[in-house]
């Protein structure tokens, strides 16, 4: 289809004003938001149903996960065809209603686009293996003769993110062994070859087709993997994924990706209305992450190293500061990040004992990872820059630990030696009801199933409570657009004279206060109580901060 569908948006006031600087942009997983057809599916239809909330809660851009045509071996992210959409979520009308609805609402849109790799049943690569060796189809992909005397052995040592050997053995329209490929994640995954023109050319045109829908911008999926170092050299060590964010790899962070989005940067300024590039690169310091962001390239990269960071003060301080020292050169904001469709949710991973890592198979203590993930959320809110919200977080859902084996979907799940392959505690779909099926999901079940207790923590449950969550998150949001020092920024001055294990800084006319001690502990009060994530007892001068409680002041 090449007519496309919705004009770009028009440029306003407000898109003259580099919005992203300190936009809030809510994750959607479409499977697991809402289901608008209910056969337990999350869908297009369902999403823009959603919108209304979305804007309510007071967020300012939707990212969506992929939604493209896709086997769905990996959950969409490997795509057959990037300018149609998968019939379990829709068609491009459905695409096309939801941009629109959601600019009537004020919401900007961000879609994934996924070019590291496509799909194995993507029209270039099923043309690729049956045409055979020879095919100039296979320059478009990386295909190489195997080592050993027949080809046995894979060309070099390179594991796949989800586990085992990141080559797999083709079989030749004769039936003989052939070629291997690359796929950095799962088999149907291949990667492509981007010193080939015609895939940037394809890239290229995959922006424009988007952005001539009305998008508002992409969140590149594996940004850092796109080039790989010439020759393909063997890393010459096993257990790579443990290496993964610590080392500069021949197939990640390569400098060649530069260039890349700097091309693509001259396709977003084309457009009205300050169309942005977001990032999501794994590199192994936030300085190589800014290098994603220099004012010729992207507008934002996902701020990694502070999602990794446990709820400890001095951990806290210290990313903070070196990941707005890492912006300030390249003039890009930094963004904050707690969760999303790859990670335990922070609920959890707070409720569980630092040094775990994201992903996380235990429930820990809920009472304690949600007073924590509450107080966590304010401190994030307040910092300089743009923050993500991943869907459900809100609502303080917490992972499902205990999902059966027999309902996983994960694909690193069913691969040995690959990652924990537990993602699917993160994306069990939403509850909006207090009863139903799926407790208001959709009218045909979820594809994954709900605990019992979701019900107390669904929309429905929450909304008007002003202890809950959600009333929290709205509270927050809509403070952070009111407050003037709030938002965009480029640092924080630190207050001095606090105890151990809790963090003090201010803003232009604002304080924010973080204890992340078990032990409440008194201090002096810095102003007006905007904000509290939890209660808090205020007494002349002095007040209580409890602990895993973060307070917001206006001074």
């Known amino acids: 289809m090449t007519q496309h569908l919705a004009a770009p948006a028009p440029a306003t006031d407000a898109t003259a004003t580099q919005w992203w600087r300190g936009a809030v942009i809510y994750q959607v997983y479409p499977r697991s938001f809402a289901d608008g057809n209910g056969d337990g599916m999350g869908?297009?239809?369902?999403?823009?149903?959603?919108?209304?909330?979305?804007?309510?809660?007071?967020?300012?851009?939707?990212?969506?996960?992929?939604?493209?045509?896709?086997?769905?071996?990996?959950?969409?992210?490997?795509?057959?065809?990037?300018?149609?959409?998968?019939?379990?979520?829709?068609?491009?009308?459905d695409a096309d209603g939801l941009i629109r609805d959601a600019h009537a609402l004020g919401l900007r849109?961000?879609?994934?686009?996924?070019?590291?790799?496509?799909?194995?049943?993507?029209?270039?690569?099923?043309?690729?293996?049956?045409?055979?060796?020879?095919?100039?189809?296979?320059?478009?992909?990386?295909?190489?003769?195997?080592?050993?005397?027949?080809?046995?052995?894979?060309?070099?040592?390179?594991?796949?993110?989800?586990?085992?050997?990141?080559?797999?053995?083709?079989?030749?329209?004769?039936?003989?062994?052939?070629?291997?490929?690359?796929?950095?994640?799962?088999?149907?995954?291949?990667?492509?070859?981007?010193?080939?023109?015609?895939?940037?050319?394809?890239?290229r045109s995959i922006l424009r087709f988007w952005l001539?829908?009305?998008?508002?911008?992409?969140?590149?999926?594996v940004a850092h993997g796109l080039v790989k170092a010439a020759g393909l050299p063997d890393l010459g060590t096993h257990d790579q994924l443990k290496l993964l964010g610590n080392d500069v790899m021949p197939f990640f962070d390569q400098?060649?990706?530069?260039?890349?989005?700097?091309?693509w940067r001259q396709i977003l300024d084309e457009y009205p209305g300050e169309r942005i590039g977001v990032a999501e690169a794994w590199t192994p310091t936030v300085e190589r992450t800014a290098n994603y962001v220099?004012?010729?390239?992207?507008?934002?990269?996902?701020?990694?190293?502070?999602?990794?960071?446990?709820?400890?003060?001095?951990?806290?301080?210290?990313?903070?500061?070196?990941?707005?020292?890492?912006?300030?050169?390249?003039?890009?904001?930094?963004?904050?990040?707690?969760s999303n469709h790859d990670v335990t949710r922070h609920t959890t991973r707070f409720a569980n004992p630092a040094g775990l890592g994201t992903q996380i198979r235990t429930a820990g203590d809920p009472g304690l990872g949600l007073r924590r993930a509450r107080a966590a959320t304010l401190l994030m809110l307040a910092l300089p820059g743009s923050a993500y919200v991943y869907q459900?977080?809100?609502?303080?859902?917490?992972?499902?630990?205990?999902?059966?084996?027999?309902?996983?979907?994960?694909?690193?799940?069913?691969r040995a030696a690959g990652q924990d392959g537990f993602r699917d505690g993160c994306r069990v779909p939403l509850p909006w009801t207090t009863s139903g099926s799926s407790y208001g999901f959709g009218a045909g079940g979820s594809w994954l199933p709900q605990p019992a207790s979701w019900a107390g923590l669904s929309v429905q449950a929450q909304t008007g409570d002003p202890g809950s969550t959600l009333e929290l998150y709205r509270s927050a949001l809509a403070v952070r657009r009111a407050q003037p020092g709030l938002g965009a920024g480029t640092g924080v001055t630190w207050?001095?004279?606090?105890?151990?294990?809790?963090?003090a800084f201010a803003r232009e006319g604002f304080v924010c206060t973080a204890n992340t001690t078990g032990a409440p502990v008194r201090l002096a009060v810095p102003g007006r109580l905007l904000l509290a994530s939890a209660e808090l007892a205020v007494e002349g001068t002095e007040f209580e901060l409890s602990a895993d409680t973060t307070v917001w002041w206006a001074v």
């Open 109 to 203: 849109i961000i879609t994934d686009v996924v070019p590291n790799h496509s799909s194995d049943r993507h029209e270039w690569f099923r043309r690729a293996l049956a045409e055979g060796p020879g095919s100039a189809l296979r320059e478009r992909y990386h295909f190489r003769p195997g080592k050993g005397m027949d080809g046995e052995l894979p060309p070099n040592d390179w594991e796949s993110v989800f586990g085992g050997p990141a080559w797999t053995r083709t079989t030749d329209p004769d039936g003989t062994p052939g070629d291997w490929y690359l796929h950095l994640f799962a088999p149907e995954q291949p990667d492509h070859n981007w010193e080939h023109p015609a895939v940037a050319d394809e890239f």
């Open 392 to 414: 459900g977080e809100e609502l303080g859902l917490p992972d499902v630990t205990d999902l059966p084996d027999e309902v996983r979907q994960d694909p690193s799940f069913f």
């Open 43 to 93: 869908d297009l239809a369902g999403v823009r149903s959603r919108l209304p909330y979305l804007r309510d809660l007071g967020v300012d851009a939707v990212w969506l996960s992929p939604f493209y045509a896709s086997p769905q071996a990996d959950a969409g992210y490997d795509v057959a065809d990037y300018r149609a959409i998968d019939p379990m979520f829709g068609t491009l009308l």
């Open 294 to 338: 220099r004012p010729d390239e992207l507008h934002q990269a996902f701020n990694f190293q502070y999602l990794g960071t446990y709820w400890d003060a001095e951990a806290l301080r210290e990313v903070i500061d070196t990941s707005l020292g890492a912006m300030r050169p390249v003039d890009a904001p930094a963004t904050w990040v707690l």
């Open 495 to 503: 207050l001095d004279g606090v105890p151990a294990g809790v963090l």
């Open 212 to 221: 001539d829908m009305g998008v508002d911008g992409f969140r590149i999926d």
């Open 255 to 263: 400098d060649g990706v530069h260039a890349i989005y700097r091309s």
